[in-house]
């Protein structure tokens, strides 16, 4: 079975930082794309960054300069490093993996999904 498993949300005052962390079993990631998404209350869930297989990223332009996706493939892990961070990125926070190497922003794109993690930011 197939798990991607978040850690590392919770309440920050604005302008600090948070690193999530995506703990997966059941399969290597490390050839596949892996990727952050959010949801807001109220908000469709919306693309925040992601990673491909040779380590080629994306990130989302409202969270450029700010927050940086890895990952160690060795470990099977994804993380999100999260600073200056502003109230309106308030949401859960989900990891997820494709089946493919290549980055995408869609969330259909992503077949396997983590439970989320909140974080809140505080002004």
């Known amino acids: 079975q197939v798990q991607l498993v978040e850690s590392g949300g919770g309440l920050v005052q604005a302008g600090g930082s948070l690193s999530l962390s995506c703990a997966a079993s059941?399969?290597?990631?490390?050839?596949?794309?892996m990727g952050w998404f959010r949801q807001a209350p109220g908000k469709e869930r919306e693309f925040v960054a992601a990673i491909a297989w040779n380590d080629y990223r994306v990130h989302a332009d409202s969270v450029k300069g700010r927050f940086t996706i890895s990952r160690d493939s060795a470990k099977n892990t994804a993380a999100l490093q999260m600073n200056v961070l502003k109230p309106e990125d308030t949401a859960v926070y989900y990891c997820?993996?494709?089946?493919?190497?290549?980055?995408?922003?869609?969330?259909?794109?992503?077949?396997?999904w983590g439970q989320g993690t909140q974080v809140t930011v505080s002004s």
């Open positions: 997820a993996a494709r089946t493919f190497g290549d980055i995408s922003t869609m969330r259909s794109a992503y077949y396997y």
């Open positions: 059941g399969r290597t990631f490390a050839n596949k794309a």
